[in-house]
């Protein structure tokens, strides 16, 4: 059995819908179907669920927010018309279904707390989306049943907004395969239950979540994420456009995938991974617009060829921070005291490469104001008393990714060779504390050139 999340593109409008219909049916192993709120139609366009937190912040402020209502039951009028489930006596009723639980929702504001009723708001574009999905499937002569995450037993912590999974679901969203096997289920992303009965959900992106929670809990062959570019490419499509052009990465390991999206691979949901490693299920990125190509699998292990690099990613927006002093060494407590400082000020760190006398620590700008900076800076000279302290701002780091790559000789050399030939100077460099990725910090002018650079350097040449 497979389970197959579609995100936002691949509802966004009745032409994708009717592309979704056409892959779930290619498959019959495609039995438990989870799908995000229909996403941007084009650039200018607002998601739905977008849409339905500005509907909400209308609500909480009391003014009127029937147009933003509208818009929103509009999107799936747009679907439910355009596929001609209006037409359909087993579909007819959906978009009523839709308008009532929309308009439900909107009424319920000020009956519930601003946390409870924000959630309840944007869990209504998976929900709905699933919905008329599983209409959609109906009206094809399809066996297919929408299903609430709460009925299914999908529970959630009650931290709305950025809740997560209670391990306690598994066991029960497991019973979903036999049902599977008569019907093909129609799941919506991104939401659970607390054990209270309020809708929580995960943090934006969070289908992908709900799929991997799925995929883990049935045991599925494989979890499948459909999304709209053809495969994870090796190096952003943005900074180097040849690669769209049929340059995929076939196959992955989950840690590989981990390294890169650490360093801004926007592909997959960064927590949505964890229970798909967990239960070893692989996972294949593939593209509603284009069913036939086979995407990338993510697996638990892969033979890799020594030395070969799997994808260059890279992120702007970090900020360092250095510390000198004689003899740090040799004091016991120092890394934890200039750790604390940071903790004391919410700062969460990404890299932390030091020297016998000297430690830098490495975190994202944003968040870090004049005024952190201030504070941050007087607790360091007052409790470490370093003999320097410098914090430069606007470093972008690059990360090079690939199983093996630990293991072979003249990888450093290659890629530093590579920035060389550009004249970029590499502000700092760790290889060694993972295994599979070498991690360079340059300055973010540079750091288009230097992944451009890099990208030929280990694809091309
Ligand atoms: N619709 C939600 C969002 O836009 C969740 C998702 O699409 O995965 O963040």
Known sequence: MKVCKFGGSSVADDVQVAKICDIIAADPARRIVVVSAPGKRNKQDTKVTDLLIACAAQCLEQKDAQELLDAIIERYAVIYRGLGLDKNPETQGVLDEIRADLTGRVARAGQIDAARFMDAMKAAGEDNSARIVAAALRARGMRAVYKHPGQAGLLMSDDFGNAQVLPKSYERLAALASEAEHDII????????????????????????TGSILAAAIKAKVYENFTDV???????????????????????????????????????????????????????????????????????????????????????????????????????????????????????????????????????????????????????????????????????????????????PGMAAHATLALFREGISIDMMNQGSSEISMMFGVQSAHRENAVRALYHAFFKD
Do not use: W
Request: proline share 6%; aromatic share 8%; glycine share 10%.
């Open 230 to 408: 053809d495969a994870v490419y090796p190096v952003d499509p943005r900074l180097v456009p040849e690669v769209a052009a049929g340059n995929g990465i076939p196959e992955m390991t989950y840690r590989e995938m981990r390294e890169l999206s650490y360093a801004g691979f926007g592909v997959f949901q960064d927590e949505a991974i964890i229970p798909a490693v967990r239960a070893a299920i692989p996972i294949n990125i593939r593209n509603t617009n284009h069913p036939e190509a086979p995407g990338t699998m993510i697996v638990h292990r892969r033979r890799a060829r020594q030395g070969s690099v799997v994808g260059i990613a890279s992120s702007a927006g970090f900020c360092t921070l250095y510390i000198d002093k004689y003899m740090m060494n040799r004091e016991i407590g120092f890394g934890r005291k200039l750790l604390q400082i940071l903790e004391d000020e919410g700062i969460s760190y990404e890299h932390m490469p030091s020297g016998i006398d000297n430690v830098s620590v490495i975190f994202r700008e944003d968040g870090f104001t004049n005024e952190v900076e201030g504070r941050v800076r007087d607790h360091i000279m007052r409790d470490l008393q370093p003999d320097n302290l410098q914090i430069e701002r606007g470093t972008a780091l690059i990360m090079i990714v690939g199983e093996g790559l630990y293991y072979t």
């Open 186 to 209: 129609v799941f919506p992303g991104f939401f659970g239950v607390t054990e209270a009965g309020d809708i929580a959900t995960f943090p934006r992106g969070g289908s992908d979540i």
